[in-house]
T-cell receptor
Framework: DADVTQTPRNRITKTGKRIMLECSQTKGHDRMYWYRQDPGLGLRLIYYSFDVKDINKGEISDGYSVSRQAQAKFSLSLESAIPNQTALYFC????????????FGPGTRLTVL | SQQGEEDPQALSIQEGENATMNCSYKTSINNLQWYRQNSGRGLVHLILIRSNEREKHSGRLRVTLDTSKKSSSLLITASRAADTASYFCATAPPGGSQGNLIFGKGTKLSVKP
């Protein structure tokens, strides 16, 4: 089974709708991340969490919120979706030790009409 | 803000040829990592090089790091059609939170059979 899973894998929604993207990991790591990927822009960090009680904003947090329900679960919400939030969203996790890598989920393709 | 910039943005080669991608970054680093992304999929870690290392090998991959020039290169030897993917460098700044990475915009590699 995959170490990091994301649901849904694809979602089409309308402007103004509330959307939640979910992420679960079985690596046992404390640190979890949400990234957004747009063509030609690489990955940009939305939010990250070092543990259940530690949530931090990333580079592009406006319009997004997150919830760390447990060590293994980290959800991203779009309270009122807008078309420029159409993108590929990735969740990742890492141990946080220097030299460790990040382990990515398969991504959620979100389209906001 | 993005730290790494890959060059070229796109590269097209024939199977069997070598592929070289470059990454330049702006600030000091603890380590630099390379990731691969197949179209629309999650990123997969390829190789990590620490700031005190100059060269590292893994199979057909060779990574170099020049901290004086703030640059790294990824060489894929004897490329295969299956190497077709986007490749990203990611840096771990020493002053940043452990585990956090800053990704570049990627090089899109196309290997033609």
């Amino acid at each position: 089974d995959a170490d990091v899973t994301q649901t849904p894998r694809n979602r089409i929604t309308k402007t103004g709708k509330r959307i939640m993207l979910e992420c679960s990991q079985t690596k046992g790591h404390d640190r979890m991340y949400w990234y957004r990927q747009d063509p030609g822009l690489g990955l940009r960090l939305i939010y990250y969490s070092f543990d259940v009680k530690d949530i931090n904003k990333g580079e592009i947090s406006d319009g997004y919120s997150v919830s760390r329900q447990a060590q293994a679960k980290f959800s991203l919400s779009l309270e009122s979706a807008i078309p420029n939030q159409t993108a590929l969203y990735f969740c990742a996790t890492t141990s946080g030790n220097w030299g460790d890598t990040q382990y990515f989920g398969p991504g959620t393709r979100l389209t906001v009409l | 803000s993005q730290q790494g910039e890959e060059d070229p943005q796109a590269l097209s080669i024939q199977e069997g040829e070598n592929a070289t991608m470059n990454c330049s970054y702006k600030t000091s680093i603890n380590n630099l990592q390379w990731y691969r992304q197949n179209s629309g999929r999650g990123l997969v870690h390829l190789i990590l090089i620490r700031s005190n290392e100059r060269e590292k090998h893994s199979g057909r991959l060779r990574v170099t790091l020049d901290t004086s020039k703030k640059s790294s290169s990824l060489l894929i030897t004897a490329s295969r059609a299956a190497d077709t993917a986007s490749y990203f460098c990611a840096t771990a700044p020493p002053g940043g939170s452990q585990g956090n990475l800053i990704f570049g915009k990627g090089t899109k590699l196309s290997v033609k059979p």
